[in-house]
């Protein structure tokens, strides 16, 4: 097992790389070229930037019972598929029980940014949410 993290835009990198390291269980940080990631003891891999370039490369990179930490359902759904298990960064663990209306809710969105209509952006994170993330990727690691 290894914890897989989809860094572009994540705000727990380095909680992720700790808790890891606390279990002596190897982390790995996936980032494109226009983020720069640079923490001891952690491989860190680095590709162009593209749409989804960082997804597929981590996807192809997965192995069943690995740990993927990200912000992206469809990411999330696909390494569900493949015998990971996944948690968002609010320490939300991504499900075949609630992948559906997530994905659901993703698609409902787009359709509404693309008819000209505007969404709320996330809220500013929380110590509680970093809280709730840790406790969530504890009990996982614990399981394996």
Same mark, same amino acid.
């Given at each position: 097992m290894r914890v897989l993290i !989809?860094? !572009?835009? *994540?705000?727990?990198?380095?909680l992720c790389v700790r808790i890891a390291r606390e279990y002596g269980i190897e982390s790995i940080i996936f980032c494109d070229s226009a983020h720069e990631? *640079? &923490?001891e003891g952690t491989k860190t891999v680095t590709v162009s930037t593209g749409a989804d370039s960082v997804d597929f490369y981590l996807?192809?990179?997965l192995a069943p019972g690995d740990v993927v930490v990200t912000? !992206?359902?469809?990411? #999330? #759904? &696909? *390494?569900?598929g493949k015998g990971a298990r996944a948690l968002?960064?609010?320490g939300m663990e991504y499900t075949k029980d609630n992948m559906d209306a997530l994905l659901f809710s993703r698609y409902s969105a787009k359709k509404a940014r693309m008819a000209g209509e505007r969404l709320r952006g996330p809220k500013k994170r929380s110590s509680a949410e !970093?809280? #709730?993330f840790e406790a969530a990727l504890r009990k996982m690691l614990c399981k394996q």
């Open positions: !989809d860094a !572009d835009g *994540c705000p727990v990198v380095r990631f *640079c &923490i996807v192809n990179q912000q !992206d359902y469809g990411l #999330a #759904a &696909i *390494c569900l968002s960064q609010s !970093d809280a #709730a």
